[in-house]
């Protein structure tokens, strides 16, 4: 995985968790990797490993269990919730970034429906 | 007691010439820090005194809690290991001299961490490339069990493939409380592995703080440091 330079490690490894827990590619219960596993993974050290998951798990998405590893939250109704929040940063980010362009919201949606429909086509 | 590394107002002159002053640095156990500065702005300089090979310096320097030259060379590892061994020497035979030199040298790690680095036996150190003695020394500073581990700039002359590979053998194989300090004048490729950095400008220690939270404020750690000299240092 490639990290931005100038965004805090443990907020993009939060990232990554939170993406692939949304998709659905560590399940609701699951054991996900262990913190030297995640480190070498992703070539960051362990400590900034552990803080991504302290933070997730003080917001309840994972349960940290000493001596056992960490699992992803049973509670769907959460996983649901933070897969809303990541579609919602999503969002204000394009939009920020077409605000940057000159575009509204109706214009941004106008051209985003236009790229959409005639994708296909080449 | 949870630091690896303490320094107290430690000052160092070289010929009358002043090279460090008024350095203090705590350094926690399990960290991963960079040491940068320019080139000669007094990195290996510290190392040396750190790793009391550097003598006649003022002020308090501790490895572990431990004063005594002997003890700190005890709990430290440092990446000069190949200072003074012969050309013509086998890396099997650096291993049995390192074997018969450090009771903590791990002959297992070492053999995982050498076949890791595609290094071998048979090997001559005269016959190695800068890049893969720079590989031999590392897999013999890690591979000792201690405390705190001293890289110094392990990676000049190294390719981007072979830096890879030593910062998975470092993440693979570093014990979770030891220490391991990284000089080098950019982090550029070793950033996403750091917990610290500390900046040696104008003697001393200018900056100490922690990775993430340099890149908190919007700055890769090489903009940040660039940015230290670029706003009118001393010089």
Request: no cysteine.
């Amino acid at each position: 995985m490639e990290f931005q330079d100038n965004i805090p490690i443990y907020q993009q490894i939060q990232k990554y968790l939170y993406r692939q827990i949304a998709l659905g590619l560590i399940k609701p219960g699951e054991k996900i990797p262990s913190v030297r596993h995640l480190a070498v993974e992703l070539t960051v050290n362990v400590n900034t490993v552990q803080r991504a998951l302290n933070e997730m798990n003080n917001e309840g998405i994972l349960e940290v269990r000493r001596g056992l590893g960490s699992f992803v939250t049973n509670d769907i109704n959460l996983i649901t919730k933070k897969r809303q929040e990541l579609i919602k940063d999503t969002m204000s980010e394009f939009l920020e970034s077409t605000r940057q362009l000159g575009l509204t919201p109706e214009e941004t949606l106008k051209e985003l429906k236009n790229y959409i429909e005639k994708r296909g086509e080449n | 007691m949870s630091e690896n590394l303490e320094l107290e107002n430690v000052s160092y002159k070289k010929n009358r010439q002043e090279i460090l002053k008024n350095i203090n640095l705590k350094i926690g156990k399990g960290k991963i820090v960079a040491l940068l500065g320019e080139n000669g702005a007094g990195k290996t300089t510290l190392m040396r005194i750190i790793s009391g090979l550097a003598k006649n310096y003022h002020g308090i320097v501790k490895v572990n809690g431990e004063q005594d030259v002997v003890q700190r060379k005890a709990n430290l590892s440092m990446t000069d290991a190949l200072k003074g061994l012969l050309e013509s020497y086998t890396i099997e035979q650096v291993k049995n001299f390192f074997l018969s030199l450090y009771s903590d040298f791990d002959i297992e790690e070492f053999e995982k961490l050498k076949d890791f680095m595609k290094l071998n036996d048979e090997m001559k150190l005269s016959q190695l490339s800068r890049g893969m003695k720079q590989k031999l020394e590392i897999a013999l500073t890690l591979s000792r069990k201690t405390n705190l581990y001293l890289l110094d700039e392990p990676f000049s002359g190294i390719d981007v493939m072979a830096r890879k590979r030593i910062i998975n053998s470092i993440l693979l194989w570093k014990d979770p409380d030891a220490t391991i300090i990284i000089s080098d004048h950019f982090v550029n490729e070793i950033s996403s592995i750091l917990d610290e950095i500390v900046i040696i400008k104008d003697k001393t220690i200018y900056r100490h703080l922690s990775a993430d939270d340099v890149r908190a404020e919007g700055k890769s750690i090489d903009q940040y440091y660039e940015a230290l000299y670029e706003d009118g240092g001393t010089e």
